[in-house]
């Protein structure tokens, strides 16, 4: 299926978003108690830091994320695991507000953000034939994290100082990522995957999309909006975890155990999505990504005991499963890959903008009395217009060709 070159490209993919896991809200939510004791803040306070810190990370995300169409793969990986273990190392040392702001900018920047942008890009610009398995086993390194992560940092928690764990992280990151950047991209050269890839594949080459004429299209932003349900909603859920756990008397470890349903159901749907994007394309499969996603939401609504934890986390898994090939398969299909950096720069400002979004909603609306129930009927609402939205446009997202 694939060659020597192929693997290393999906092993570097499944390392990054790996690693990326320590910048993302599920990670980060993990610490929201501990962070919020050590400064004495509420819960909104915790949830307009992160989300003003989150919201500046995706502004940076644009610009610096576009430079991965400029400048070589390994050295741009290089800076990212550089700028990632120094992150870590700052997040061990909050001790005020401020302090605490900076490191989710941090955080946000170079593990959500940076990571995971360097690692898509990379498997979407090498692989065209087998992009859907390429990219459903490179995700397979955060939904590996998210299976192994939750329990073992409450574990972790319960035996030493939460900036114990944040140091040896830091420690991790600088002696792990340069060395797997070195071993398996250091002669990277995207002009020969076209001709590997494609000299079997006599097909009219799609219309490769500018960044500023993406802008412009409007299937571009009804996309978005169901792109972004995902990002919004489950990192509301991740951060106020706690909330929802007191809300409906599930117990720190019960959560903890459900993000393994979360994981398994996630790997699940992304190996099975893989092999489904590349038969079917990532434009049919768009529909669907975001009915499980629906489903959570009507489970946290309707339902309130402990094996309801593992059905709400698991149908937001398979929604994660399908949201994070078809984050990156989607735009690769309609706008080409050409520019695909500076595209995915963009998408993924917004999604980590869309993170921001749900932090601050979330915090918000809790700190104003809103109950877990009313808040996820808030989430059902917008998950309907967006999909009635992509509904109808369903048949006009077909690649242009030159």
Not at 5 to 34: A, D, E, P, Y
Not at 222 to 247: D, K, R
Request: glycine share 6%; proline share 1%; aromatic share 16%.
């Amino acid at each position: 299926m694939f060659n020597s070159l192929s693997l290393k490209v999906i092993v570097f993919g499944f390392i990054f978003t790996f690693f990326s896991s320590f910048g993302q809200s599920f990670f980060l939510g993990l610490f929201n108690s501990s962070i919020r004791e050590t400064l004495s803040i509420s819960h909104g306070q915790f949830g307009s830091i992160y989300a003003s810190a989150t919201l500046l990370s995706s502004f940076l995300l644009i610009w610096v994320g576009k430079k991965i169409d400029d400048i070589n793969i390994f050295r741009f990986a290089f800076y990212v695991t550089l700028l990632l273990s120094f992150s870590c190392f700052f997040f061990s040392k909050i001790s005020s507000v401020i302090f605490l702001f900076i490191a989710v900018f941090l955080m946000r920047f170079s593990g959500q953000g940076l990571m995971s942008h360097t690692a898509t890009t990379t498997i979407t610009r090498y692989f065209l034939k087998s992009r859907g398995k390429a990219l459903s086993i490179g995700w397979f390194g955060l939904s590996t994290a998210e299976f192994i992560l939750p329990v073992l940092i409450v574990y972790l928690l319960t035996i030493t100082a939460w900036q114990n764990i944040w140091l040896s992280i830091s420690i991790l990151v600088l002696f792990c990522l340069p060395c797997a950047s070195f071993l398996l991209i250091k002669k990277l050269d995207f002009d020969s995957r076209e001709e590997f890839e494609t000299n079997d594949l006599k097909k009219k080459e799609i219309k490769q999309w500018k960044r500023i004429e993406v802008i412009k299209d409007y299937r571009f932003y009804i996309i978005c909006l169901n792109m972004l349900a995902m990002p919004w909603i489950a990192t509301g859920v991740f951060v106020y975890q706690s909330f929802i756990t007191e809300s409906k008397e599930w117990g720190s470890f019960v959560i903890a155990q459900s993000f393994m349903a979360y994981s398994i159901l996630s790997v699940l749907t992304l190996l099975a999505s893989g092999f489904l994007i590349d038969k079917f394309t990532s434009r049919k499969l768009l529909i669907f990504m975001n009915i499980p996603l629906l489903l959570s939401t009507l489970v946290l609504l309707f339902f309130n005991t402990s094996i309801t934890a593992f059905i709400f986390l698991g149908l937001i898994g398979v929604s994660n499963g399908l949201a994070n090939i078809l984050g990156s398969s989607t735009w690769a299909e309609i706008y080409g890959v050409k520019y695909i950096g500076s595209i995915k720069a963009l998408t993924t400002a917004l999604m980590v903008f869309s993170t921001a979004f749900g932090t601050a909603l979330f915090g918000f609306l809790i700190d104003r009395g809103f109950s877990i129930d009313q808040i996820a009927l808030i989430s059902l609402i917008y998950i309907l217009i967006s999909l009635i939205l992509l509904f109808s446009v369903k048949n006009k997202l077909n690649p242009q060709y030159n």
